[in-house]
C-alpha cells in the first residue's frame, strides 16, 4: 500500500493534513526537524524504501526585513527551505511517485504576485517556487500531478511571532476581506482535494480571503 509524506510543521498546516489524512485510514509519514540543526532531507533519506504515492511539502519561513536589512545569507536560507529542499526532497521519492501516478502539493504565498513591503526575500523565494512547479508539472505529466497552494497570512505557530503583536495582527487583519484570517483546515482540504484531482495540473491555487484580487470595502 502506498503512503502519504507531510514534509515539516509538526503543528499547524503540517499536522491538519497528517489528521485528515489519517481520518480516512491511509498511512502518513510525517517528518520534521525536532531541533533547528537537524537535516530534513537526512531524515527524509531514512524513508527513501518507503511506497510514497503523495507529498504535501509544508516547509515555510516568514523573514519580514526591510531590503537593507536583507542580507545574501537570509535570501540563499529562504531559497534553501523553500525551493532547494523540497526539490532534494522529490527527487529522493522520484521513482515512487512514478510509479504510483502520484501528486506533489507545494505551498506559496501571495507574496510572489503582490508588492508587499519587507517581504523581498519571501516574495523571491516563493515565486521561484511557482516557476518550479510549472516545469517540474510538465517533466512529470502524465504520470504525476503537481501543484502549489498560494497562501495568505494564516494564524499558526510559524506566524506566532505577528499574531503576538496586537497592532501587528489588527492592521493585517484589516487587510483581509472576508474579516478573518485563512484557517489551516481549510487550506489542508485544499491541498488534499487537488492532489486528488488529476485534472489540476501544473497549477497556482490561491486560498487567501480575497486579499490579492480584492480591494476591501472602505469603512464609511
Known sequence: MSKTLIVGSSEGLGLHLKKKIEATNQDVIHIYREEKSDNIIEIAGDHKNENISKIFC?????NLKSILSTSSEDMVNDFKTNLVIPHEIIKIFYRSLIANEGSIILFSSIAATKGLSFHSSISAS????????????????????????????MESPMSEFIFKN?????????????????????????????????????????????????TKKAKV
Open 58 to 62: 509544508c516547509l515555510g519561513n516568514i
Open 126 to 153: 516563493k515565486s521561484a517556487v511557482e516557476g518550479y512547479i510549472r516545469a517540474l508539472s510538465a517533466e512529470l505529466a502524465p504520470r504525476v500531478n503537481a501543484n502549489v497552494i498560494r497562501l495568505a497570512l
Open 166 to 214: 496586537e497592532r501587528s495582527k489588527k492592521i493585517s487583519l484589516d487587510m483581509q476581506p472576508m474579516g478573518e484570517f485563512i484557517k489551516a483546515a481549510d487550506v489542508a482540504d485544499m491541498a488534499l482535494a487537488v492532489s486528488a484531482n488529476r485534472s489540476v495540473n501544473g497549477q497556482i491555487i490561491t486560498v487567501d480571503g480575497g486579499i490579492s484580487t480584492i
